[in-house]
């Protein structure tokens, strides 16, 4: 196949799969409603230490509070009371990363936690990174032949993923994650910080930081066959959390299952989450104008090099330096060296903002 062809075929996919994005983004919960996922710039990566800190650079308008939660299963509905609990979720992603971080804040006037169990005052985050959608625990199973342990092993928490953040979680693991793959929660896919002071029975305020790797795929097998969720710059993903509070040693005494969805199935069913767009970077962290690219070989036996402009900014012109004498002032050039050989590239841009350079030295190496 010539080269064009298979540009152009990866090209109509892509093109493909994002026109079903908004298909997709339908099936959600609280259609009309989309969250925004703050970017981290690369330099400044919120560390997980329990101090919010780091987090003071993302504008309030980020930030996500009681007020958008609904309690499901009590029936107290948008019935809160900030005296008796109050939260506030912040999130983000650095690009490059395909990780999620979460800062959560939150005041309770009973916090619950002294049982080694699921009786504990709980954040219960959802997420569906490729909006894959539908069911992914046990018990909502499409096809009921299929026996609870073989579903569980094949299917719970697979495609998308449910974990139980304990808040707080002292003397055990800071998760549990309601799938068949509890090594998610480990490093190196996810880690957790805690900031408090309060005994169990005891109202005060918690700060807990954490970040996880969303996956398309999650086998209980373990890492190896998993795959990880590609996150990118306007992208979609579905993600809803639960604030689940209990004020005392009996059943009676939960309080709610408070969750952005609106929906309690939003525990177990992906279709029941909502909307959250992967945000650029924001103008004040952004360079007017920044070379960037990268590349891809598609056919190494004939040294077919194919070159991704991916600079930020208005461009007006581009001007490729391939290493090997020759030149292209097209965006995203493929290029044919003709002796095997390491070679320094480099895409030169101009814009009205200015200029802008981009070297790989010895990246691109065709035999």
């Not at 919120?46 to 780091?54: E, Q």
């Not at 958008?68 to 992603?93: H, I, S």
Request: with cysteine; proline share 6%.
């Amino acid at each position: 196949m010539p080269a064009q062809d298979i540009v152009m075929t990866e090209a109509r996919r892509v093109a493909f799969l994002i026109a079903l994005l908004p298909i997709a983004a339908l099936a959600l919960e609280r259609p009309g409603v989309e969250f925004r996922v703050f970017q981290f710039p690369a330099d400044r990566i919120p560390r997980i230490d329990g101090d919010p800190a780091d987090w003071s650079m993302i504008p309030e308008a980020y930030a996500i509070g009681i007020d958008q939660l609904k309690e499901t299963t009590n029936g107290r509905g948008f019935a809160y009371d900030k005296k008796d609990l109050d939260v506030k979720v912040k999130v983000g992603w650095v690009k490059g990363l395909n990780r999620l971080y979460f800062l959560y804040e939150a005041n309770d006037n009973f916090w619950d936690f002294s049982r080694e169990s699921r009786h504990n005052d709980i954040f219960e985050l959802v997420v569906d990174g490729d909006l894959s959608g539908g069911p992914f625990v046990t018990h909502l199973h499409p096809n009921s032949k299929i026996a609870g342990g073989d579903a569980f092993l094949r299917f719970q928490g697979v495609h998308a993923q449910n974990y139980h953040v304990f808040t707080p979680a002292p003397d055990r693991d800071w998760a549990f994650v309601w799938g068949c793959q509890p090594w998610i929660k480990e490093l190196p896919w996810a880690n957790a910080a805690y900031n408090y002071t309060f005994k169990h029975g005891e109202a005060g305020k918690l700060i807990l930081e954490f970040w996880i790797t969303p996956f398309d795929y999650a086998p209980f097998e373990g890492p190896e066959r998993a795959v990880t969720s590609t996150l990118a710059e306007n992208k979609l993903i579905g993600m809803s959390w639960a604030v689940l509070d209990y004020d005392g040693p009996a059943e009676k005494d939960y309080k709610g299952f408070w969750n952005l969805s609106h929906k309690t199935t939003m525990y177990g069913n992906a279709d029941d989450l909502v909307a959250f767009r992967l945000m650029p970077l924001e103008a004040g962290y952004r360079k007017p104008i920044e070379a960037h690219w990268s590349y891809k070989i598609l056919d190494m036996d004939r040294r077919m090099v194919a070159f991704r402009d991916e600079s930020a900014g208005s461009i007006t012109s581009w001007q490729w330096s391939f290493g090997d004498g020759k030149t292209s002032a097209e965006r995203h050039p493929i290029h044919q060296y003709e002796k095997a050989g390491e070679y320094i590239v480099t895409l030169a841009i101009e814009g009205p903002a200015g200029k802008s350079r981009w070297t790989k030295v010895y990246d691109v190496v065709v035999r």
